[in-house]
């Protein structure tokens, strides 16, 4: 079994479709099918696809109230986590501290999972879906920011 290489935003954009898919595209299958069970396990654990369908249908009190917390909130993590490994195993060169901004945005989108249910944007109800997603820009830009911070002072 050969490994195939993946460019960096191809592992990215994989991941982001599914956990795990990048890890299968490189032939590292038993990292791949893991991180697929978790995300599966999490997903269904945590009914996280009624709320997705839900909020998307402007429904973000209901998808609140069929939603387990407790299983969700370690989803930001493994879903970090696993992009992060794809990034890392695809091809070119990646900067001593590239895994700041996913670290960093695990952090932050868990935050906005836990702080969900009391967001409230005017009187609308932001939801335990779309407060999260808002969160990955705080995580992404603390992280770049923190990255740029130590890679300067290395060098």
């Known amino acids: 079994m050969h490994n195939k290489s993946i460019s960096k935003l191809e592992a990215i954009l994989w991941s982001i479709a599914l956990p795990g898919f990048p890890q299968l595209l490189i032939n590292s299958v038993i990292k791949g099918i893991f991180f697929v069970a978790l995300e599966f396990l999490i997903n269904v654990q945590s009914n996280f696809n009624e709320a997705i369908r839900l909020s998307f249908l402007g429904e973000t009190r209901l998808a609140a109230e069929v939603i387990d917390y407790q299983w969700l909130m370690f989803y930001p993590c493994l879903y970090m ?3 992060w490994d794809a990034f890392k195993s695809a091809e070119g060169e990646r900067d001593r501290y590239s895994f700041l901004p996913f670290v960093c945005t695990a952090y932050t989108v868990t935050t906005g999972l836990m702080l969900a249910p009391k967001v409230f944007i005017k009187e609308v109800f932001i939801g335990p879906i779309f407060f999260p997603m808002l969160c990955v820009i705080p995580g992404v ?6 990255q740029y911070l130590l890679q300067k002072r290395t060098y």
Do not use: I, K
Not at 141 to 146: E, I, P, S
């Open 141 to 146: 830009v603390a992280g770049l920011f923190l």
């Open 81 to 83: 986590f696993a992009m």
